[in-house]
């Protein structure tokens, strides 16, 4: 029972995975068809019309299928983990543990387990439906999409990288109290690092930065910030309570797509004036206007 549900659980997020990455086959056909080069400022201060954010078709889309690629590829390898011998299992005692996790070793439990898949479900597929939704990202929706998937590729590599090449046990590997059969699986395997707090992070994290970006005059940013970090930390705590992973491995998950969901937009931040000291960025109280920064 335990094996069939386990087995669920990782069709599940292998479905939910490529669901997240499917707008990139339409973002590919979108940009495939843009001409190279940047709108001006000339261009920009006449019509009113900010440009974002700019994705250099012949460097991302390479580079999203190459780390896509890579990915599935490191989740083979994950499939192909053996169990662990009860000799080994038995043998193991909560000291062996390093002192920063020991106090994270405890039971498997259930409940916390599927409690903690509520706000990764939620959290994936939520930045497309604010695309869909907000009236200023609707006509950048499948730039944005690219982005998102390009986010969730960087997290989904680190991550798979980290589960593929490691063999670190789970916390409830290390309780008596754990039933013996979850104790053996490869899936116990997995600790290295927190994929589902990794993921909740950069999705909301994600979307918090790009409405941030479109909507530089709202008064309620810090509450999207707020919001992603709830979530993050909600994931978090239910992972660690559930047994399935240490606080290492959860606070590398937290960096780790906290970061990804930041910096993905950031990177790929429009630039109207091509100086490298001096920058020219979307910027506003009450309505569109222009901030320029010149570095010394």
Known sequence: ?????????????????LTALSPLFFVIISFSQDQPG??????????????????????DIP??????????????????????????????????????????????????DNQSYIPFFVSMPLPLLVFGIDKKMRKDF????????????????????????????RPLVYSPETPMEKRLSSESK???????????ATSTFFIARVLSEYHPESRIKWLYYSIAGAATFTTAYLRQAAGEHFPSDILLGMAVG??????????????????????VLPFGVHGAGLAAIYRL
Do not use: C
Not at 7 to 17: D, E, G, R, V, W
Not at 258 to 279: A, E, V, Y
């Open 63 to 112: 580079v999203l299928a190459g780390a896509g690629a890579f990915t599935l590829y490191n989740f083979s390898r994950i499939s192909k983990k053996t169990p662990s011998s009860q000799a080994f299992v038995e043998g193991l005692k909560k000291k062996d543990v390093n002192w920063f996790d020991r106090w994270g070793v405890r039971s498997y439990s259930e409940k916390k």
């Open 1 to 17: 029972m335990i094996s069939a549900t386990i087995l669920l659980n990782l069709s599940m997020i292998k479905k939910a995975f």
């Open 258 to 279: 906290t970061l990804s969901g930041l910096l993905t937009p950031s990177l790929h931040q429009h630039k109207l004036i091509k100086n490298q000291r001096l920058s």
């Open 190 to 200: 997995k600790s290295f690092f927190a994929g589902h707090v990794a993921v909740v």
């Open 38 to 59: 940047d709108s001006s400022l000339a261009q920009t201060i006449q019509t009113g019309i900010i440009n974002h954010y700019t994705i250099k078709a012949k460097v």
């Open 142 to 169: 499948f730039k944005l999409s690219f982005l998102y998937a390009e986010a969730l590729t960087i997290t989904g590599v680190l991550y798979s990288t980290g589960a593929a090449y490691t063999n670190r046990l």
